[in-house]
């Protein structure tokens, strides 16, 4: 059984990546995306930066780029630390959504519509 916190560690990395993917991102998911940029690890997609290689939970690459700029990649790292709640008034959070039980965590309204 998973627990609280990495359920809704995995639903805001989800709700990160669908928020990139609705804004004018294309994600990258696998090492092919990037080869000289990106590689899997066992934790799971890592970019080769100067010093080390870092994690994000979603990357993604500007799809159509400013005029005379380089490349924008963004790299988006979420943390659900004091989110979860057990008793919340709010209507929105007392929904189910995706078969997941919404009231055990607080989800801003505006990340709320996009798990929808």
């Known amino acids: 059984m998973i ?5 809704g560690g995995y639903l805001l990395e989800e709700a990160l990546a669908n928020l990139l993917r609705r804004n004018g991102y294309r994600l990258l998911q696998q090492v092919s995306d990037d080869p000289q940029a990106l590689r899997k690890a066992g934790h799971g997609l890592l970019v080769r930066g100067r010093g080390a290689d ?3 939970d979603a990357l ?3 799809i159509v780029p400013a005029p005379f700029s ?3 990649r963004l ?4 943390k659900t630390e004091g989110l979860l ?6 209507p929105l959070n007392a929904t189910y959504r995706r ?6 965590f607080k989800i801003p309204p505006e990340i709320a519509i996009y798990l929808a």
């Open 70 to 72: 380089l490349p924008v």
């Open 75 to 78: 790299f988006v790292e979420g």
């Open 60 to 62: 993604g690459d500007l």
């Open 85 to 90: 709640a057990t008793d919340t008034p709010d």
């Open 99 to 104: 078969g997941v039980r919404a009231s055990h």
């Open 54 to 56: 870092h994690q994000a």
């Open 3 to 7: 627990s609280g916190a990495a359920l």
